[in-house]
Nanobody, 123 residues
């Protein structure tokens, strides 16, 4: 049984930093593209960042480029999202997702999802 468990969310002020973690079990982690998505209240879930399985290529949404960094530790089966200079508009539930076959921003392509962790940024 595949499980993705996110942690690290919380309530912070604008300009602060947070580091999210997502630990996987039940899958061959180093074979999967790992990504972060987020869903703000009243909005659709949107792509945030992704990292390939083998060569460490990454992709970011324009809204987070230069502020967020995705990384992974295959030995620990964990993907991270370092979020700096947080803004109130970053407030959302953040989800990690895993996809074995492709490196893209499409939510429908991802096979497995975590339950999410809440990030709230106050102004």
């Amino acid at each position: 049984q595949v499980q993705l468990v996110e942690s690290g969310g919380g309530l912070v002020q604008a300009g602060d930093s947070l580091r999210l973690s997502c630990t996987a079990s039940g899958l061959f982690f180093s074979m999967y593209v790992m990504a972060w998505f987020r869903q703000a209240p009243g909005k659709e879930r949107e792509f945030v960042a992704a990292m390939t399985a083998f060569d460490g290529r990454s992709s970011y949404a324009d809204s987070v480029k230069g502020r967020f960094t995705i990384s992974r530790d295959n030995a620990r089966k964990t993907v991270f999202l370092q979020m700096n200079t947080l803004k109130p508009e970053d407030t959302a539930v953040y989800y990690c997702a895993a996809d074995q076959s492709s490196f893209n921003k499409l939510e429908a392509e991802y096979d497995y999802w975590g339950q999410g962790t809440q990030v709230t940024v106050s102004s």
